[in-house]
T-cell receptor, first 108, second 116 residues
Framework: SQQGEEDPQALSIQEGENATMNCSYK?????LQWYRQNSGRGLVHLIL?????REKHSGRLRVTLDTSKKSSSLLITASRAADTASYFCATDTDKLIFGTGTRLQVFP | EPEVTQTPSHQVTQMGQEVILRCVPISNHLYFYWYRQILGQKVEFLVSFYNNEISEKSEIFDDQFSVERPDGSNFTLKIRSTKLEDSAMYFC??????????????FGQGTRLTVV
């Protein structure tokens, strides 16, 4: 399988609920980054977690990294309709390798 | 806030024509990248560029592709003879320093290339 695979592929939730997206990868990394992409738009950097970090917070975002399992998760708490987008993890070796993405739909 | 800018936002070209996609990276950044995203698919690495030369390229980046930093601000991707399968969104990105493991890449809004 590819370096950087997210699951689920698609996630639909109600406003106020939490959204959890997972990412698995195969090789050693320098860091792992999460990006957001609104439909047809550019990639917006959300958060970076280094390989020696286990958890990081930024506002309503919480990212975990388990290098032994080669996996990461992105949690968005108290979701809003404006969080509707695709979310990608990107593993950073010497270049960013993007995963397949999770399409998040938040219903008002 | 500094940002990566790409022009044009949308380009339609005929198969076999040459296209040049332009990017202005953030001014103090040293590393530059091109990625592409075919509609509905994942974002794929094409090429990285540092110190006026290609540092890494993917299998996608064949002889039809070239990159250039013609002056101190622009970073261009040229596709010499476009094919239908080159239709995609092309993203430029830049970062300050690749050697520090906590460096984020900043992406432009992309150029949607449509080959007809």
């Amino acid at each position: 399988s590819q370096q950087g695979e997210e699951d689920p592929q698609a996630l639909s939730i109600q406003e106020g609920e939490n959204a959890t997206m997972n990412c698995s990868y195969k090789t050693s990394i320098n860091n792992l980054q999460w990006y957001r992409q609104n439909s047809g738009r550019g990639l917006v950097h959300l958060i970076l977690i280094r390989s020696n970090e286990r958890e990081k917070h930024s506002g309503r975002l919480r990212v975990t990294l388990d290098t032994s399992k080669k996996s990461s998760s992105l949690l968005i708490t108290a979701s809003r309709a404006a969080d509707t987008a695709s979310y990608f993890c990107a593993t950073d070796t010497d270049k960013l390798i993007f995963g397949t993405g999770t399409r998040l739909q938040v219903f008002p | 806030e500094p940002e990566v800018t790409q022009t044009p936002s949308h380009q339609v070209t005929q198969m076999g024509q040459e296209v040049i996609l332009r990017c202005v990276p953030i001014s103090n950044h040293l590393y530059f990248y091109w990625y592409r995203q075919i509609l509905g698919q994942k974002v794929e690495f094409l090429v990285s560029f540092y110190n006026n030369e290609i540092s890494e390229k993917s299998e996608i980046f064949d002889d039809q592709f070239s990159v250039e930093r013609p002056d101190g601000s622009n970073f261009t991707l040229k596709i010499r003879s476009t094919k239908l399968e080159d239709s995609a969104m092309y993203f430029c990105a830049s970062s300050v320093n690749r050697r520090v493991p906590s460096t984020e890449a900043f992406f432009g809004q992309g150029t949607r290339l449509t080959v007809v």
